[in-house]
């Protein structure tokens, strides 16, 4: 019984998860928060470290026979203060929506005001969305883009705080292509007496690298995910200054977690120290060209880009000229193996569930190899489908010039070796 392979023990699952790979190997992988993780991340995040309970923190935790567990616990919090430069780690989070409720238990009481970028302009749920326990238990105040530059305006989230003087400022967001100045938000902050949070969920690598400013140094507390540009597993941390430390570790355990999972946190170190390499930073300046590159191909095409262009991974495609919603042209994408996601723009008339954008990026594309000459001709392939969604001979000749192309860029070939 414990010694039976997967492929022994249970060949339904392990027909899915082949699938699974075959599906990661022959598809262009473009959402913006997804990547390949490394052999040794995924080998440590299926390891025995599971089977442990380990509540508490180092040194303290509510179970014996945690030697290993602190062990491995501490050198992810000691790479992750590192790499991030920063005076305090909590490695524990389990997701990034995790994440942002601690920091908001830690640095807020339920009721109090706190600004957030709109989910409709880019934010993220946690930033105040009514149905999310965010909206619910605080009272959020959004800002939004620029009706005409599509970005933030500086002055327009100044004008905002002045009037709703929030205990706490949140900048950060899943769908802006943008620099986010976190200097500017800190004196934004510093104006009105506010505290500063980053979510650096997406940029996490950019700005681990040095391609991207670095938060850290303006907020009192910083949160993200682990398993996006990161390239860990899939999970998150918050990183803070010294004064928050404790209110923060007693907000993730015992405020909202319980049993920490000590196979992921020992992964998130294993990630960390990869991040730590020359090469994670190069491949964080490959994202970026590769993401200009990938932009200025569907320019190229003829498609608008939410404010023209990006300065990091991802972009927004806007679809409002081309008579197809984001959810008809990620579902013909699909059908040519290219997987994007249906992306609400500023200033759509259409549902989340339909929307009028696409958002792709290029983190995954770039760990399996690709450059920009990859990006330019993605980006005609995705014209093609996108100008002909209905039409089988468009969709099955892209899929097969997409299939070649990903045999030229291979992913875990010796996984199970
Ligand atoms: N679901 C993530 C994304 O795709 O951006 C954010 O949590």
Redesign the pocket.
């Known amino acids: 019984m414990m010694n039976r392979t997967l492929a022994q023990a249970d060949v339904e699952m392990a027909r899915i998860l082949a699938g699974e790979l075959d599906r990661q190997q022959h598809t262009l992988v473009m959402?913006?928060?997804e990547n390949y993780a490394s052999k040794a991340v995924l080998q440590t995040m299926g390891s025995i470290l599971t089977n442990k309970y380990a509540e508490g923190y180092p040194g303290a935790r509510y179970y014996n026979g945690c030697e290993f567990c602190d062990r491995a616990e501490q050198l992810a919090i000691d790479r992750a203060k590192e790499l991030f430069r920063c005076d305090h780690a909590n490695v524990q989070l389990h997701t990034?929506?995790q994440a942002n409720m601690a920091a908001y238990f830690a640095l807020c009481e339920p009721g109090d005001t706190i600004m957030g970028m709109k989910v409709e302009h880019g934010g993220?749920l946690t930033h105040g969305k009514s149905i999310n326990f965010s909206g619910t238990y605080y009272h959020f105040v959004s800002y939004g883009l620029d009706a005409e530059t599509d970005r933030i305006e500086y002055d327009q989230v100044l004008d905002i705080a002045k009037e709703c003087r929030p205990r706490l400022i949140v900048v950060g967001a899943?769908?802006y292509p943008r620099i986010l100045d976190f200097q500017r938000f800190r004196e934004i902050a510093d104006e009105v007496g506010a505290l500063l949070m980053a979510d650096i969920?997406?940029i996490v690598g950019l700005t681990a690298a040095g391609s991207h400013p670095d938060p850290v140094p303006f907020c009192d507390v910083v949160t993200s995910?682990t398993h996006k540009t990161l390239r860990g597993p899939r999970g998150a941390l918050i990183l803070c200054k010294a004064k928050w430390a404790e209110k923060i570790d007693n907000a993730v355990f015992p405020g909202i977690q319980a049993g920490p999972l000590m196979h992921i946190i020992a992964a998130k170190a294993v990630a960390f120290k990869e991040a730590q390499s020359y090469g994670f930073r190069e491949y964080q300046r490959q994202i970026i060209r590769n993401a200009q590159a990938l932009a200025q191909s569907l320019i190229e095409e003829g498609f608008r880009l939410v404010t023209g262009g990006t300065d990091n991974h991802l972009m927004l495609v806007d679809l409002r000229s081309e008579g197809i919603s984001g959810l008809e042209a990620a579902n013909a994408l699909e059908e040519a193996n290219i997987i994007v996601?249906k992306n609400l723009i500023p200033g759509d008339e259409r549902s989340a569930a339909e929307t009028s954008g696409i958002r792709p990026g290029t983190p995954a594309l770039t760990t399996r190899g690709m450059k920009e000459e990859q990006m330019q001709v993605i980006g005609k392939l995705m014209a093609r489908v996108i100008r002909a969604p209905q039409d089988g001979t468009v969709l099955a000749d892209v899929k097969q010039q997409v299939i070649d192309l990903c045999a030229d860029f291979p992913i875990y070939e010796d996984l199970y070796d």
Do not use: D, L
């Open positions: 959402i913006p928060s990034g929506s993220h899943s769908a969920a997406h995910t996601n």
